[in-house]
């Protein structure tokens, strides 16, 4: 206890140089204590936007490699002309691969879109607005006679060219030729991105959440006499097969809006109904498009990994699985920007200040040499002389880490707003993690400064000591 009197005794005969040294703890351990917090913050903020962020990764094909190693063919037409065409036997994956495809680690959730055509017995089609100069045409219960003369081709072979297929010759035979637009099925249609980019905007009720329930365009509605909570029916395209009609409750209207230069090259499908994917696929309805599936991956890092995956499970060579990243880079770079500044000023002021106090210690214990001298002189063991000197370090360095922990809860939301701005999304408060940081290098300061003292201590004799004085 004596030697603790005594240290809190000599903090005050020597207030001047203490001053100096508390307020040097105090600068360092703010800084490092502001600079870490922002660290921390920042980080935080990229590990939580990673984890929100869902990178939409689609199976594409790879028309580089397609076009590379399957050019297309040059084709002299009997007019002379001309045509270039690329012949390729390359299927999308079907329904049950993308499940297979779908069961991974790396994928938080799969969004399967597929549509047909459909017909009604009660509702009467919508006139598209197509682009310039364009028409559909309905081949729906043309004979084969008929397809030839509209393809313009002599045989049933070259018809088979032309279509892709004897199945598909069949498949156009048995279409119905009143189609008043297409199903849509989508796991979830608020996702879909004719939604998500505003070229389709809902403006009445709900998306639809359950089975048998659907949203229909506006233009659909008025053409019908539609409203919310109505009920329609619809049957698929098959002549043969697609005898009986569902039900589906409307939900929502929505509105187009797709901008004058995507109508005039796109043009725009008001028949379009939408309603969920489970609804379609279990409606029964024969020749459904799978359009794709959409992977929702867990976070950016994790699309190469996936893609690696999916290349063990089979995915076709002349496949690609297309990803985007650069919302989630543009998002996070300046984040990542502002950890790594951080992190080389939290280190270059820990050693900084470690620098300067030891700098400050050593100027000390050599002013300080003579009274060490005389305290052994007069019967001071060493170890108590070097204790008390470190106990005046620990109580001023328990002083600079007090006030700079004070300083961080004022300054960390102020400076933490100035630099990330909107950026984190988060809740901007002193980090535990910068406390305890502030504090371990409080401790690690204290111990360099005390060795300074326990050094000089045990280095000299106290008659050298005295011998030097006079």
Not at 456 to 466: D, F, G, S, T
Request: charged share 25%; with cysteine.
């Amino acid at each position: 206890m004596y030697i603790l009197n005594n240290s809190l005794k000599n903090l005050v005969r020597n207030k001047g140089r203490n001053i100096v040294i508390l307020l040097i703890a105090i600068f360092t351990l703010t800084s490092v204590t502001l600079s870490f917090s922002i660290q921390t913050l920042s980080n935080l903020a990229i590990e939580r936007y990673k984890n929100s962020f869902g990178v939409q990764a689609k199976i594409e094909y790879d028309w580089e490699k397609l076009e590379r190693e399957h050019p297309p063919e040059v084709i002299e037409n009997e007019d002379g002309s001309i045509t270039m065409e690329q012949k390729f036997e390359v299927l999308m994956p079907d329904a049950s691969e993308y499940e297979y495809y779908a069961d991974s680690q790396y994928v938080k959730q799969t969004l399967y879109h597929a549509s047909c055509a459909v017909t009604s017995s009660s509702l009467k089609p919508v006139q598209d607005n197509l682009r310039q100069g364009e028409e559909i045409v309905d081949l729906g219960g043309m004979s084969k006679d008929e397809l030839m003369k509209f393809f313009g081709v002599a045989t049933e072979q070259e018809l088979e060219e032309v279509v892709g297929g004897k199945d598909e010759v069949e498949k156009i035979m048995d279409y119905k030729n009143d189609s008043i637009g297409s199903l849509v099925g989508f796991t979830d249609i608020s996702l879909l991105e004719d939604f998500t980019t505003g070229k389709r905007k809902l403006e009445q009720g709900v998306f639809p959440e359950r089975n048998n329930e659907c949203i229909i365009s506006s233009e659909f509605a008025k053409e019908n006499n539609l409203k919310v909570g109505d009920t329609i029916s619809i049957a698929g395209i098959s002549r043969s097969m697609d005898k009986e009609e569902m039900s589906l409750s409307v939900t929502g209207i929505y509105g187009d809006y797709y901008n004058t230069a995507t109508a005039i090259t796109f043009g725009t499908f008001y028949g379009d109904i939408f309603t969920t994917y489970d609804t379609l696929m279990n409606s029964g309805f024969h020749y459904i498009d799978l359009v794709e599936g959409i992977f929702i991956l867990n976070n950016p890092e994790d699309a190469k990994l996936f893609e690696q995956e999916l290349r063990s499970k089979g995915l076709n060579e002349y496949h690609t699985l297309e990803y985007s990243t650069e919302e989630y880079e543009k998002n996070t770079n300046p984040l990542k920007n502002i950890a790594r500044i951080a992190e080389i000023f939290t280190l270059s002021a820990s050693l900084i200040g470690a620098a300067i106090l030891l700098l400050i210690s050593i100027i000390n214990v050599r002013e300080r040499k003579y009274e060490i001298g005389v305290l052994r002189s007069m019967g001071m063991k060493k170890s108590s002389i070097a204790r008390g000197m470190i106990y005046e370090t620990f109580v001023v360095m328990f002083v600079g880490f007090a006030v700079s922990i004070f300083a961080g809860l004022v300054l960390t939301k102020p400076v933490a707003a100035t630099l990330l701005g909107d950026l984190t999304n988060i809740g901007i408060s002193l980090p535990t993690v910068s406390v305890w940081f502030s504090a371990g290098l409080a401790f690690i300061l204290s111990i360099v400064s005390g060795l300074c003292a326990v050094f000089a201590v045990m280095r000299h004799e106290p008659m050298k000591i005295l011998s030097e004085r006079n």
